[in-house]
């Protein structure tokens, strides 16, 4: 199977509009507010096992967590771009027609792309998506001492969902995912959900085009652990942050999941990451938008955990270093 | 050495107007002819080895590769995105900062990225370009028949580069090109410029934007090949192209090197690829671009050599596949 019949069927799986073949994609609509750009990767054992996730979810797996981005971004995704380099044995077109329609879904396309051979799988999305406001002011450094801090969802999940696949947890085409031995009978379907959420996470696009409605906002997607996150956002703009512990907390059951895997609830939470939750700091109330409050911005550098007993602890910027192996 | 503290110093590196540390990058210019896109990787033991290419070189081989696609698509880089995965050993900073340095001498800005441990080399550039005219125009599928073939500089020097490197020549920091042994003296010099050639390609993007002012021109960039590219000028176009070996064929000294090197001189040019230079078809005279013709686009189909004695041969369309190990 040749690149050119590879990129012929991909072609044709994209349809008639298809603007694969040339050198450079050209993306000549009108951009009145100009885009919002992001890239992302996922290789094969760093960010996932070939044997515990089939190649189709591996594609929604990297739209999703590119899509994020642009969910924080308060931007609606139009083009993605496709660099793939994966050994003989891997089902490129399956995989790249997969993209297509994960992309699809998110309502974009695929512009463009690069094909070539490697030991391992490392497949790297570029998406372009059109932002609903003209200024970059849902940025992380848009926090202002006062305001309160804001998630949606419950972070900490995808850490359990990432330990069952390190024990052995998979999810392949067209099945449950498949949980590995030892996780008690009460806590299979928890466990099979948290797997889902870990492999596939649900970029919170509409919440991103929403906020971007708000007179100021700072967002970050949670996806590196909550705590480093949150001093990204703290750093980037100038302040101190408080969490409330009582508010991020895991349910009792995910509770009782995490230490049947050997792991402290509250690590999973602020340090376990890959939970692609905006968290969003603002004057505003976003009660009505499913957000709830978890938080406050203080003048104060620094990040901090206020426990259930009103005691306030150092938060260390703990959590996935891209860099630190 | 973590993953904040480095992209840190890459924004200082970019300077005051650095866009990293969102998680989407901000392009919010007015782009009134919209954008155009490509991404390419390269990737250690496929496309380099690092014994062979020191990372500064390496950064400006993936722009130039990249900026190539842009400059066959009449376009002005203006925004790159970095993914890197690499292994401990590998100096991210400084190729990163090699990165915004190189994109800097095409006209472009460093805007995002995403950084990853693994075990070879994958870096990836996602370049984005505006392009000098509005329609894609340029593109592969503009040849007709009773047009002009036109290419400016010499396909197949660098192949000769490539087989250099495998047999041991390299180009590291601060020094010339080294070549493997056995290489006779009155040809050292044309070695190491083929090396040059391989390792740093030079993007012919003025003459792209040229090409753009044109009222009808295909463009390709010569990357895999000159007989492959040649047949998807062709195909793309539903024309067939004859080209004539006269034109394009190796200067004498360059020959010789080819035998010296075990490759036959024809091949090299028409198989051997990474030349990065524009194929052009258009019924203009572009004499005055610098560029000499090299064929003609006929209505029948299929891609054709005209020999020094006047003999038309097919030309199969051997070159490198992405996908063929």
Redesign the interface.
Known sequence: ????A?IARIAAHIGRRSRL???????????P?????????Q?ED??FRRSALSPGRLARRLVAVNA???A??A?VPR?G???L?AP?DFP?EAFSCAVVDALGEVGAEL??????????V?A?L?L??E?VR???LL???QARSGDRLWIRGTPGLAALGCELMRRGGRWLEGRDPELPTGVPATLEELARSCLRTFFEPTPQLALGRELGGLARVA???CSDGLAKDLH?LAA?SGVGIVVDEASIELPAPARELAHQLGLDPLEAVVGGGEDYLLLVATDQDLVGLGMRACGAVEAETGVRLRRANGAVATLP?AGW?????
């Not at 199977?1 to 050119?4: S, Y």
């Not at 270093?321 to 192996?325: A, F, I, P, R, T």
């Open positions: 199977v040749g690149e050119e590879a073949g040339d050198d450079g994609a050209w993306l000549t609509e009108p951009l507010r100009g885009l919002v750009a992001t890239v992302d990767s290789i760093v960010h994020s981005d642009l924080a971004s931007s083009f771009l496709l660099a380099a003989a490129v512009v463009g792309g690069d094909l070539a051979r490697s030991d391992k490392v790297t570029t372009l998506g932002p003209s200024g970059p940025g992380r450094n967002a970050i997607d990204r980037a910027a270093d891209h860099l630190g192996g």
